[in-house]
DNA sequence: GTCTATAACTCGATAGAC
DNA sequence: GTCTATCGAGTTATAGAC
């Protein structure tokens, strides 16, 4: 995994707010160089192209996504609690009037370099095991009903997240996502 | 409902193509210049600002799909069968490399008017008010289980239909979105 | 590593002729 | 209704001093 000086991981997290907020095309490094301090041709410097930042933005929010993913499962030994973590997590998002970062960028996709676009398959395939794994989890501790289909579930579970996102954040609305979720956690709860 | 003419319709034609492929800060009026064959400044004739033309975009859309869904309702008289074809419509526009346009501005909505905002959101409620009819209608003709709670039933089957577009377009795998919605209308029948 | 200065380009938008 | 011409601002990116 690559290494950061201070600078370039504020440049990082301001870029990084902006996607969730804006999308990536909607932000210039002028708004960065406002945001942290610093000039927009010593941004070149850490990241030579647009495309670059993206890529680099990109990893380290899968890197550090993987961590908090790992934090989680380590905390929370039951199955089905952690798919409720999870889903909470989204839901402060949406009530931030942020988006899922790499959400964002797929939406964007075809503006992005192909390194990018593997990275966010990297990033859904990810956050699909996980959840897999939180399901299969659940039914050895029968807290979730064996008669569900793991692959399934997993991968409707994660479009639920996404779709749901979208649809709560246009409405200004969290508990619209709070709402969907809950009833997908009773749908799988045994 | 506004009517245009045929070079404010192929203007927007062409820039809903833009919007559902690369999105709405993708394009430019260059673009619909050169794929219209009309000059900038006669674009700006029909549609003074940007915003002006998302509004329109946005409005024309919904009227277009509120017919659509109209037809599909008339043609298909199964509760469930008329949720697959709205299931089989979106993997035709995931195939399509293209995305749903009112999800695609969802995602963009911080930099569109209220105007647009509020439109998206009435076509969000639009669609998930045909799938709950689709639902119930369903449940009358026991094609669909009487014990799902029609009113998540919609909103979960909505969202995961948008999310699951959105990582399907990633991964440039329309079947991905074939297989969770076909999933999906397993769980719903009876 | 950070700066000033600037190139080269694109953007949305307007004025005014026809 | 469509054009030419143009403005002013914003964009990514680079050269070169410190």
Not at 109 to 121: G, P
């Amino acid at each position: 995994m690559k290494e950061f000086n201070d600078t370039a991981n504020q440049l990082l997290d301001a870029a990084e707010r902006y996607t969730q907020m804006h999308g990536f095309n909607a932000f210039s490094y002028k708004d960065l160089q406002e945001q942290v301090g610093v000039k927009t041709s010593s941004i070149h410097y850490y990241f030579p192209t647009k495309q670059d930042l993206a890529l680099s933005m990109t990893e380290r929010y899968i890197e550090r996504f993987r961590v908090n993913l790992q934090a989680i499962a380590q905390e929370q030994s039951g199955g089905l609690k952690r798919l409720e973590y999870l889903a909470k997590l989204y839901v402060d998002v949406v009530s931030k009037q942020k988006f899922c970062m790499c959400g964002m960028l797929a939406s964007d996709m075809l503006s992005l370099s192909n390194a990018v676009t593997v990275k966010l398959c990297e990033f859904f395939q990810l956050l699909e095991d996980w959840i897999a794994e939180a399901i299969e989890l659940g039914k050895k501790q029968k807290t979730i009903k064996t008669s569900v289909n793991t692959t399934w579930a997993a991968s409707s579970f994660l479009a639920v997240l996404e779709g749901g996102m979208l649809i709560a954040r246009t409405q200004n609305r969290p508990d619209y996502l709070e709402n969907i979720m809950q009833g997908t956690l009773d749908e799988l709860s045994v």
